[in-house]
């Protein structure tokens, strides 16, 4: 499940590089969570406690604590815990960016974004 998400994400990002939209939200929400593919970047963005770090972090807090309405992330979430990668609650997402990365997320475990 992991490659298929990194693959994903990496598909979705692509669509807005070519259509030169990287100013548009759906593009800027989605653009910290390189960092749960790179374990480099992820332990350096922890270290420092990043803004990025923060808003990854509270995401999979978020999903982590309502995995029983979002059992479609529950293999997911395994393979990032198995990469010691974790949530933490910081609230600095609003609820209208949990949805957002939430909904792109389901696309990608949908393989919506797969090739």
Avoid: C, H
């Avoid at 499940?1 to 989605?30: G, H, P, Q």
């Avoid at 960092?35 to 770090?53: G, H, L, R």
């Avoid at 990469?83 to 792109?104: H, M, P």
């Amino acid at each position: 499940m992991f490659r298929i998400v990194k693959e994903s994400y990496y598909n979705y990002k692509e669509d807005f590089l070519e259509s030169n939209a990287t100013d548009d939200i759906r593009y800027k929400v989605m653009e910290p969570f390189e960092m749960i593919f790179n374990i480099e970047k992820w332990t350096n963005e922890k270290n420092q406690k990043t803004e990025d770090y923060k808003k990854v972090a509270e995401i999979l807090y978020y999903i982590k604590e309502n995995i029983n309405e979002l059992l479609e992330f529950n293999v997911f979430m395994w393979e990032l815990e198995a990469r010691n990668i974790f949530g933490e609650d910081f609230s600095v997402l609003s609820n209208e960016d949990k949805e957002e990365i939430i909904k792109n997320f389901k696309m990608f475990l949908n393989l919506t974004y797969w090739n």
